[in-house]
């Protein structure tokens, strides 16, 4: 990969770490090393006072592993235990639908009113909120971020009887992303230099 180049303001968006994707419900996932990896990122923005958006999915259908209220609600640990511990800006975002820029407050407002121009996308599902948000992100003239490894999802039944494994639709994630300019698509190594040699 070509030298990625992170912004001394760039913000790190952390989708949808909950303790509801631990749950049986979703079927098998890809990426083990997917939390490691966003806790190395959270750190590294921490300690270097970069913007930090904390993303948590407040589901609207009843019963569902990230309903409101419930315990698969809650940020894992891991990520639990890092807010608030930067020495940058902080903001939570509380949505009820895949992107992240459909949220209580207006996360593009909050970027803007920071003179944020780059955010890296990290958390769960790739193919989900991630994509979602990474493209909305690239429509409104953001330079988006995505370290792959950095981000986990479920194998899917779709229509016509066909089916993606998790692996699968990372890959197709990927391509199109980056293929379609929406996202730059890196590794949680190429975000870290970055960020060091600024």
Known sequence: MENTEIND???????DVQKGFEYEFWGRRNNPDAERNIATLIDAWQETGRPVVFVRHDSLHPGSPLEPGTGGNEFKDFVEERRGKGSGPEVLVRKTV?????????????????GVSQVVVVG??????NETTARMGGNLGYDVLFPLDAMHTF??????????????LT??????LHGGRFARVVTTEDVLEGASAR
């Open 9 to 15: 303001n760039a913000a790190l968006i952390v989708i």
């Open 98 to 114: 895949n992107s992240a820029f459909y949220g209580e407050p207006d996360l593009d407002a909050w970027l803007k009113g920071a």
């Open 124 to 129: 769960i599902q790739t193919n989900m909120c």
């Open 155 to 168: 194998d899917l039944a779709g229509p016509f009887g066909w089916t993606q494994t998790a692996e699968e």
């Open 171 to 176: 890959r197709a994630t990927a391509v199109s």
